[in-house]
């Protein structure tokens, strides 16, 4: 362990934070209720973020890594750093439609037996969600159809399929308990990046309006489920301004934690362009993030294949140093697409760099959880 989260965290899990409420009753008198694993998720982003450090996350970490696919205790971070990452970040796509295996082919049920054993060992777990579209079956990237989300949240036929899609997840979300079968808090964060163009949900394919009644529909039917073990996330891709931040935003009551999803593209060459994007967004949502009473996370990012040498502790620290978040997620590392990774694996050019970014002060992994 190389740094402890301080006693913020300590007491956030006895449920004594700002953001988890006082644990009085009604009558305002002291209450024996343990406070709710979800506002105990929320108090751990939460002081993570006040002590001015980030948690590190890794998409699909323990499943599948560089040169490997479905062993047991594996991970390309910790075989590189020596601990798991703090968050996990997973994908529900493909469970709407009742398949054992994700859009990546990972198994349903090892997911969720990743998510029991990174809970037991003080992380946090993340989800996307790259859905199968209830109309045609076609998958998030087919944009050639850009009335799907109007017919899912209007027609009622269509809407009747998209809400059994979201009563899946629903039902996988519930199923998710721990050994003595409290539920296990987690983050869900869907129709993301939808300020780009590139999922059916996509700012040039649906209006404002019907953007937002995906969310809706999202929280009516995950809420009437039962589903209270879930924070949800926001995350457009890189925007400008407070305003188109919030365009499509579909409204505190929906909303628990405000990303951003960045990449870096170009090589050392993007840089600059990705250090200024990342600079202005994050302070961006840190401040709104701060005005509504808000959780800030940077939800998605990296370097695809990892060209550039120091970028953990010459590009990415830097970033978090100046604008502590709750937690930062890098992409996978896909074994059957060589080029396809985020994260370093043991012999990467960029270990060493991922080791001083692991060492510094300002990263939290799962044994600083503990
Ligand atoms: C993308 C790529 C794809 C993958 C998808 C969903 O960014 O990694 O290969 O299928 O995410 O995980």
Redesign the pocket.
């Known amino acids: 362990m190389k740094n402890i989260l301080p006693i913020a965290f300590i007491i956030a899990g006895a449920g004594l934070t700002a953001c988890s409420g006082n644990n009085r009753t009604a009558e305002g008198t002291a209450s024996d209720t343990p406070t709710p694993p979800v506002e105990q998720l929320r108090s751990l982003l939460a002081s993570a973020a006040a002590e001015g450090k980030t948690m590190f996350g890794h998409?699909?970490d323990t499943v599948y890594g560089h040169s490997w696919c479905g062993d047991s205790g594996r991970s390309d971070v910790a075989e590189v750093c020596g601990d798991y990452p703090a968050v996990m970040s997973w994908?529900l796509?493909g469970l709407e439609k009742g398949d054992s295996l994700?859009?990546?082919s990972v198994p349903f049920d090892r997911i969720r037996a990743e998510v029991i054993a990174q809970h037991a060992r003080g992380g946090v777990n993340t989800f996307?969600w790259?859905l199968f579209n209830a109309i045609d079956g076609a998958d998030?990237w087919n944009v050639s159809d850009s009335t799907i989300v109007s017919r899912l949240v209007n027609d009622s036929t269509s809407n009747a399929a998209f809400r059994g899609q979201l009563a899946a997840v629903a039902r996988f979300f519930n199923s998710l308990t721990d050994a003595e079968g409290n539920k296990i808090p987690v983050i869900f964060r869907p129709w993301h990046e939808h300020t780009g163009g590139w999922f059916f949900w996509g700012a040039p394919h649906c209006s404002i309006d019907d953007y937002k009644a995906l969310w809706t529909n999202t929280r009516s039917v995950l809420d009437s489920e039962g589903v209270d073990n879930v924070l949800y996330a926001y995350s457009p891709d890189r925007v400008d301004s407070a305003e188109k931040y919030l365009e499509r935003y579909p409204g505190d009551e929906y909303v628990d934690i405000l990303g951003a999803d960045i990449y870096h593209f170009g090589g050392a060459d993007g840089t600059e362009n990705y250090r200024n994007t990342v600079s202005t967004e994050l302070a961006l949502v840190r401040s709104l993030a701060a005005e509504r009473g808000k959780i800030a996370a940077f939800t998605e990012t990296g370097i695809e294949g990892l060209p550039v040498d120091n970028w953990w502790t010459e590009t990415l620290l830097p970033l978090l140093r100046e604008n502590p978040v709750s937690y930062v997620v890098v992409?996978?590392n896909?074994h059957n697409?060589p080029t396809?990774f985020y994260a370093p694996y043991p012999g990467h050019s960029s270990e060493e760099s991922f080791k001083a970014f692991y060492n510094d002060s300002t990263t939290l992994f799962c044994n600083d959880l503990r």
Request: no cysteine; proline share 0%.
């Open positions: 998409h699909d994908d796509g994700n859009l990546d996307s790259h998030s992409w996978r896909a697409k396809h």
